[in-house]
């Protein structure tokens, strides 16, 4: 915690070589709750490339107990400590640092470092963790081979595990034991990791591509080893499909999964010993839904692939997370999409990563927290781990294999690691491969690592019949962020496709133009402000489909009419278009709407025309269609959604119109509903495949359309299928159904928590329903929060309840008497002392506030100030706060 408000500003700019290297570390652990010595042995030398000799090591949260230099103790008078920094100056070329020093775990509710959880002992260590475990250079391009020595009691902690391979263990004095572990592989300080427990796993040994065999553990807290078949299977997909895909091998011996039910994050890939949040290893049918299968999945294959894009190579300093993360989002990405191995199903993840980039991302790039994919300057690095870093760096690296092909992309990633195994480098290395690999010029494709902010693309078209000339125009700009006003043109492939008066693709030939003959699907290369594309002997003026499959992560700017986005949803090939062409109807009329209830306060003058009632049926009832894919196509756009294409945003007015849309289709389709609800049952053995979880997601929306306003026939539905659930989804649907329908659901509440009080992500699921529902006011949430199964010390119960409130109940969250911002602003201020991150994350619920009509724009700026007033506020949550309340 900083007692000050003016917290330094860290720039990309400033970054200088680290003056020393670490060859070796050797740590040696005392395990002790209340006080743990951790010995810290480093071999460093002077390097070459820094004219600086003086050593510098980061510690926070330590008693420094001895410091010796080369076998001497060094005096007070021959270091130096301010703040988190430790500096030896004059120091000689080779140096044996021996460091022993006293930290707390049992007290360090940030979760980051060395904690407790749970009576048992965790690391996380990303970003900057490690320097509460001991001093050290903690910083990502100091890279190092290390021993680990765990020592602790027995009995409280029969399990010892660190990063590597177990060359030694045995029996102590005192019912104490040890277990020495070895790491072959260079790697930075934040992919340290150890673990004292007392756990049990699944294990199971696993042949390579090459023939050698390794051991593959699943590591989790006694009574929940029947929730670990799927992380265990989703880790050999992984394995395997790294093999195919990319040519990568583990290189490892052993790999090695525990669960933790207190993590700041979703899991953490340290080498050799991925650490997780419970929420991403635990599943059967009884506790797990579908969405948590497929969480599961994405985020195992997130941790292991990161074993070469981030912990193989990694970054040079944090400025180039992305350099990993958006790498490894689009690797998790893809191997989700070939794990259900069919177009249809690449098609629906693929629309599902386009809504969180609308839900999450856009809002983001435009508002006061906005920065580039690669940021310039930061105050404090956990805030950097956002969706643009995330899933726009996935985008971005997406943009690579659409310009290049998937044989380019492999080229691309095959030099990459040619070049730079072992390394820390920078995102322009990643760049550079891929365009040395393939000899094209990507410079300008720099600027989207570079430019913050979403670009819009405007498209315009115009046929000449005589000449059978269809001529495609488009422009870019990008909004102006915070300290960057102008931007330069960026490098965007948009994909494109043209559509016949029945539907079917045209075979394109593009003006200078290199793609088969028989394409129907061309990437235009749009680098300049103002471009024209031309297609030639095109025979019919045709209704073009514009981004397929998401090409960019750009807003795009067309002028359809209804009858073109009818044309689209009803006959697209590509799936992603025709998702959004039913988007595009719907939010055409929420908009509309909205205006309407705006105007007049309340829904007695809202009418929706037939055409879009009679096209939803159209697509609801199409069976040639995958169950995941009309899911999808008939969610409407979310609330969050709507209003980011608002200039002055009604929260009220925005959940009214989407109710009276929901409650009407709902009464127009009930036939249509009911027959589709009874067709997609899956009776028999639960299975979270791709069809059987399509089957239930479309089962479980049409109830939801049912229940918006329902007779006792629905309601009766809807109790049936929670009293009669053979899997979590169908309970968990029912429930939500039945909370949400208006009626009395606390019977059904009381019901499910008694079966699964014992099941905290279930009971975190509880929260989350209630959290959420339209009827849940601020009021109701503080009763809640006195429920003795609430904690606000628990990253995963605070983020089920508060989070859940403030980001998933907009109309609630922004009640007009602004009873919710001094809630939230209590709240930031109570999990500030607790756990920063968590706090900022909070914080960044109010980071929009001038987007709202005034009088709660005032209250908001209310809430803020009362937060930006605290005398003691950490990093986190000061730079979220003063950012969003700067001009």
Not at 136 to 146: C, H, I, Q
Not at 509 to 519: M, Q, R, T, V
Not at 639 to 666: L, N, W
Not at 864 to 872: G, I, M, R
Request: aromatic share 10%; net charge negative; hydrophobic share 40%.
């Amino acid at each position: 915690m900083r007692p000050d408000s003016t917290p330094p500003t860290i720039y990309r700019k400033d970054y200088t070589v680290p003056s020393y290297l670490v060859e070796t570390v050797e740590l040696g652990f005392d395990l002790d709750p209340d006080r743990t010595i951790v010995a810290n042995r480093i071999t460093m030398q002077h390097n070459p490339a820094s004219p600086s000799r003086s050593i510098v090591l980061h510690g926070e949260e330590l008693d420094l107990v001895e410091l010796r230099l080369n076998g001497r103790a060094l005096a007070p008078t021959e270091y130096k400590i301010e703040g988190s920094l430790l500096t030896i100056p004059r120091a000689p070329a080779q140096v044996v640092l021996e460091i022993e020093t006293l930290c707390t775990p049992i007290q360090n509710t940030s979760l980051s470092g060395l904690y407790v959880s749970n009576g048992s002992f965790y690391t996380q260590c990303e970003a900057e963790g490690f320097r509460r475990i001991t001093y050290f250079p903690d910083r990502p391009d100091v890279m190092a081979k290390y021993t680990v020595m765990l020592r602790a009691d027995k009995a409280r902690y029969p399990v010892l595990l660190s990063n590597g391979n177990l060359i030694e263990s045995g029996e102590l004095d005192d019912g104490r034991h040890y277990a020495k572990w070895e790491d072959p592989f260079k790697k930075p300080s934040y992919l340290f990791a150890l673990v004292a427990a007392r756990l049990v796993c699944q294990e199971e040994h696993y042949t390579l591509k090459s023939g050698r065999e390794v051991l593959l553990q699943v590591w989790v807290e006694e009574g929940n080893l029947d929730k670990t078949d799927y992380a265990m299977q989703s880790l050999k997909n992984s394995i395997r499909w790294d093999e195919e895909r990319f040519g990568l091998e583990l290189d490892l011996d052993r790999f090695m999964i525990v669960a933790v039910g207190d993590f700041n994050m979703g899991a953490m890939e340290n080498k050799g010993l991925n650490i997780f949040n419970t929420k991403f290893v635990l599943a059967n049918p009884r506790v797990a839904t579908d969405i948590d299968y497929a969480g599961i999945e994405a985020v195992v294959g997130h941790e292991y692939f990161h074993n070469w894009t981030g912990n193989r190579v990694t970054c040079r300093d944090w400025f180039q997370l992305s350099l990993k993360e958006g790498l490894t989002v689009f690797r998790d990405q893809e191997f989700s999409a070939d794990m259900i191995g069919t177009d249809s199903g690449r098609a629906v993840t693929r629309i599902d990563q386009v809504r969180t980039l609308r839900q999450a991302q856009f809002p983001e790039d435009a508002g006061p927290m906005a920065h580039p994919v690669r940021p310039d300057s930061f105050v404090e690095i956990n805030n950097f781990y956002t969706v643009t870093v995330y899933e726009k760096g996935a985008e971005v690296v997406r943009m690579y294999q659409t310009l290049l092909g998937r044989d380019g992309f492999r080229k691309g990633m095959d030099l990459y690691f040619a070049r730079h195994d072992g390394q820390a480098v920078e995102c322009d290395d990643f760049r550079a491969a891929m365009a040395d690999a393939n000899g094209r010029d990507l410079r300008q494709f720099e600027r989207w690592y570079s430019q913050a902010g979403t670009p819009v693309v405007s498209a315009r078209t115009r046929y000449d019949a005589v000449k059978r000339n269809f001529d495609i125009i488009l422009s870019q700009r990008c909004p102006a962020t915070a300290g960057q006003p102008d931007k330069l043109p960026f490098h965007i492939p948009v994909a494109v496709g043209l559509l016949d008066a029945n539907g079917k693709d045209l075979p394109l030939l593009l003006e200078g133009g290199d793609h088969p003959k028989d394409a129907t699907t061309v990437v235009l290369e749009l680098k300049e402000q103002e471009q024209i594309f031309r297609f030639r002997n095109v025979d019919e003026r045709p209704v073009p489909s514009i981004l397929r499959d998401f090409s960019a992560p750009v807003v795009l700017e067309y002028d359809y009419t209804d009858d073109e986005l009818l044309h689209l949803y009803r006959h697209d090939s590509d799936a992603v278009n025709r998702w959004e062409a039913g988007q595009r109807l719907a939010m055409e009329r929420l908009l509309k709407l909205t205006a309407q209830v705006t105007a007049h306060g309340d829904a007695a003058v809202l009418k929706l025309d037939s055409t879009f009632i009679e096209a939803q049926r159209a697509l609801l009832v199409d069976e040639s269609l995958d169950p995941a894919f009309r899911e999808l196509a008939l969610i409407l756009p979310s609330e969050t959604i709507i209003a980011e294409q608002m200039e002055v945003v009604d929260p009220q007015a925005i959940h009214t119109a989407r109710q009276f849309m929901r409650r009407t289709i709902g009464a127009a389709l009930k036939t249509e509903l009911l027959a589709q609800y009874r067709a997609n049952q899956t009776p028999g053995a639960y299975s979270p495949d791709a069809l059987s979880a399509g089957k239930r997601a479309l089962k479980n929306l049409c109830l939801s359309y049912l229940l918006v306003a329902p007779e006792a026939a629905e309601l009766k539905v809807a109790q049936q299928q929670f009293d009669n659930a053979s899997n979590m989804t169908d309970r968990a649907a029912a429930l939500v159904a039945l909370i949400h329908s208006g009626g009395d659901a606390a019977p059904y509440l009381q019901a499910f928590y008694q079966d699964f009080e014992n099941e905290a992500l279930v009971v975190d699921k509880w929260f989350a329903m209630q959290a959420a529902a339209p009827a849940t006011n601020v009021a109701a949430v503080r009763k809640l929060m006195q429920h003795p199964a609430f904690t606000l010390k628990n990253p995963n119960r605070a983020r089920s309840l508060i989070f859940n409130f403030t980001n998933g109940n907009p109309a609630q969250f922004h009640a007009a008497d602004g009873s919710a911002y001094a809630f939230w602003a209590e709240l930031v201020i109570q999990l500030d002392g607790i756990n920063p991150q968590v706090a900022a994350r909070l914080a960044r619920s109010m980071d929009r506030w001038r987007r709202y009509a005034p009088a709660l724009q005032e209250k908001m700026k209310q809430a803020l100030e009362q937060v930006a007033a605290q005398s003691k506020l950490s990093n986190d949550v000061q730079e979220v706060v003063s950012k969003a309340l700067a001009n």
